[in-house]
């Protein structure tokens, strides 16, 4: 699966754009805020409907405008497939595939696979819980439709329990629905912690041998899933917390509240590791991803690489540009020294600045004559 082109209307700084992809690797390069970033989240958005920043749709529209588009075209199977997305400052967005509207994320999840890696994510292990369950859930979302559904259905009650468990502080009479929820939220709960455990444990199965050689041989590491609660006990201990949530006025017991370790032999390197042992962890987990996605998709993500080189040392830089092999692959950096230097095969050129992309040719020195407004007229009435 590669992503041919795309297209942007008023989407953060970019007016209009159209940008066509090599379906090997790509480099967006230019000085810091001037709008690479912002092509790779589109990328990402209209693949999964969601900024990885967890920008609001409102903030990725154009400041002035009240109404952004992408359009993506994807070829997979040897077939050309249109996405439109449509994404409004006060109404939910619309999404059409091949000009078919669709009602759920879960029509478009899946179709166009992305592994996003940014600097930020270099600190995915010493972070907090909440950035590993989001690491986790977003790429369970992308591959497991099932998932999706349950892990939507149980945020959904424990917003509503929360609600319900402020409200009794002013009419305890109430207490009596609580049950009601808590059934439902073991329910899907339950099936999120047993997807989640079964994630550990192929994430476990790619990342040993990965990570082993980015370490030089000299570490082996295993992820441990760390549920808040074992599903022999989800129903127990959620009723036992009744009163302790009717206080603090919220759920304290779910997987909402998961977390994941990452041991190298018998030391959590989230509180006992050196930066460099993090920053490895990290790497090699975000290529066991893109292996992962292989295995269970039988095909092959885009890889989105947001100026991560720089974050890296050379052996680091190496292995990673070592490892992109057969998928595509959209980097952005602030120069093209450490491909060049690595004498790094590059396949098309874009030289980004304050909003205007130009596309260089493999010779570094010719302009190509790519357009730079869309294509065709965006006609999303019907979305």
């Known amino acids: 699966m590669i992503i041919k082109s795309i297209e942007l209307a008023d989407y953060r700084n970019y007016d209009s754009l159209v940008l066509q992809f090599d379906r090997g690797t790509n480099i967006l390069y230019g000085d810091n805020a001037q709008g690479k970033t912002n092509i790779l989240e589109a990328i990402y958005v209209a693949a999964t409907t969601k900024s990885h920043k967890g920008s609001k749709d409102r903030e990725i529209v154009n400041f002035d405008k009240e109404e952004a588009h992408i359009r993506t075209y994807l070829e997979k199977d040897g077939k050309e497939i249109r996405v439109d997305m449509h994404l409004r400052k006060s109404k ?112 476990n199965e790619i990342i040993y041998e990965i990570h082993k050689k980015l370490s030089g041989g000299r570490e082996e590491i295993r992820i441990q899933y760390e549920p808040d609660v074992e599903l022999d006990e989800f129903e127990r ?55 992962l996605v292989k295995r269970i998709t039988k095909d092959t993500p885009v890889l989105l690489l947001d100026d991560v080189l720089s974050e890296l040392d050379s052996n680091r830089q190496n292995y990673l540009l070592n490892s992109i092999g057969d998928i595509q692959t959209i980097i952005t950096c602030t ?49």
């Open 335 to 383: 120069g093209l020294e450490e491909f060049v230097n690595n004498r790094f095969e590059i396949n098309r050129v874009f030289k980004v600045s304050a909003g205007t992309v130009t596309c260089v040719n493999e010779n570094m020195g010719l302009k190509s004559d790519i357009e730079e407004s869309p294509s065709d007229e965006y006609n999303f009435g019907s979305l």
């Open 92 to 203: 939910s967005k619309g999404i059409a595939i091949d000009g078919q509207k669709i009602k759920k994320a879960a029509d478009l999840l899946g179709l166009c696979n992305v592994v996003f890696f940014s600097p930020e994510d270099l600190g995915i292990i010493k972070n907090g819980p909440a950035e590993r369950r989001r690491f986790v859930d977003m790429e369970l979302c992308q591959l497991d439709n099932f998932y999706l559904y349950n892990l939507n259905h149980y945020n959904k009650i424990v917003n509503q329990r929360n609600k319900l468990l402020k409200d009794m502080y002013m009419n305890p009479d109430l207490k009596e629905t609580l049950t009601i929820w808590d059934m439902q939220l073991v329910s899907y709960g339950s099936k999120i912690i047993e997807r989640r455990k079964l994630f550990v444990e192929q994430l």
């Open 237 to 291: 201990k959620l009723k036992n917390s009744q009163d302790r949530d009717m206080r603090a006025k919220m759920t304290s017991v779910g997987p909402h509240r998961d977390d994941f370790s990452f041991l190298v032999g018998d030391v959590d390197i989230r509180k006992f590791g050196s930066q460099g042992q993090q920053r490895t962890a990290a790497l090699s987990l975000k290529l066991s991803e893109i292996e």
